[in-house]
């Protein structure tokens, strides 16, 4: 597929999507949100993609919010339609997705834009970075998933008092909250985000996977993480990735995972 919003690079088993509308603050359209769902649908797909790194075009913003211009028309049904689409095309197959993803949050990460690095599974951030969700400035609220994750990540306090008082925190506060694991400068941001899946890529790759869904699986109403961990656990001894991990630990050698 060709992409107008997004670019889309790789490096390695790593595959880079960035948000190319720096203009706008790399806001999230309804084409662009269109767009990361193939993009990200066809990375997951992808036997030569490990993972992937998203970030935002320019030094200004990872993703400064929705494109508030398309909600002007809408009514109630239209409303709940744009975001039971944005959950289930783009937020919650990032979220799900069978390979890790890391924002690399450069600047303004506002709105949809906090709610798409909060969708990812690491998330690192410049130090000029500022995150926040805005939306009840504009007489609405998150709705991208920004009330329940903010929540799992930061507890229900802070998140409340992000959400109801709009306000900006700093890179610095996001990784005392625990928003983010990391900050570093605007140069070292995507070396870093490099570096750190890099590390990740080295390891079995169906023993990654099953551990997202566990993770998942303890944030997901009706699940019993669990019993969905002894489950995973129990397949992963059926992989030949773990035949060859125990191998290369009595050998004392390095490991050359397959993903089989």
């Known amino acids: 597929m060709e992409f107008q919003n997004l670019l889309i690079t790789n490096k390695g088993r790593i595959q880079y999507i960035t948000i190319n509308r720096e203009s706008k603050l790399n806001a999230l359209n309804k084409a662009t949100l269109a767009e990361l769902h193939a993009a990200f649908t066809e990375a997951f797909n992808n036997k030569e993609v490990g993972g992937i790194i998203i970030t935002g075009a320019g030094p200004k913003a990872f993703v400064a919010g929705a494109d508030i211009s398309e909600f002007a028309d809408l009514d109630i049904e239209g409303g709940k339609q744009l975001s039971r689409t944005g959950h289930s095309e783009v937020f919650d197959v990032i979220a799900n997705g069978n390979k890790p993803v890391i924002a690399a949050v450069n600047g303004f990460a506002l709105g949809g834009g906090l709610e798409l690095a909060m969708a ?36 229900k306090g ?103």
């Open 158 to 260: 802070k998140a409340l008092e992000m959400i109801l008082t709009a306000d900006m925190i700093t890179a610095a506060e996001a990784l005392q909250y625990g928003l983010v694991t990391h900050v570093v400068t605007a140069d070292e941001l995507l070396p870093k985000a490099e570096e750190i899946l890099s590390k990740i890529l080295t390891r079995a790759p169906l023993a990654i996977a099953a551990a997202i869904r566990c993770v998942n699986a303890a944030y997901t109403d009706g699940v019993n993480g669990y019993e969905t961990e002894i489950e995973e656990f129990g397949k992963s001894f059926g992989t030949k990735d773990f035949k060859e991990g125990v191998a290369a630990f009595l050998e004392k050698r390095k490991a050359d995972f397959k993903g089989e």
């Open 120 to 155: 990812c599974h690491i998330r690192i951030a410049s130090d000029n970075a500022k995150m926040g969700l805005p939306e009840v400035t504009l007489g609405l609220m998150p709705g991208y998933g920004g009330t329940q994750r903010l929540n799992q990540l930061v507890g």
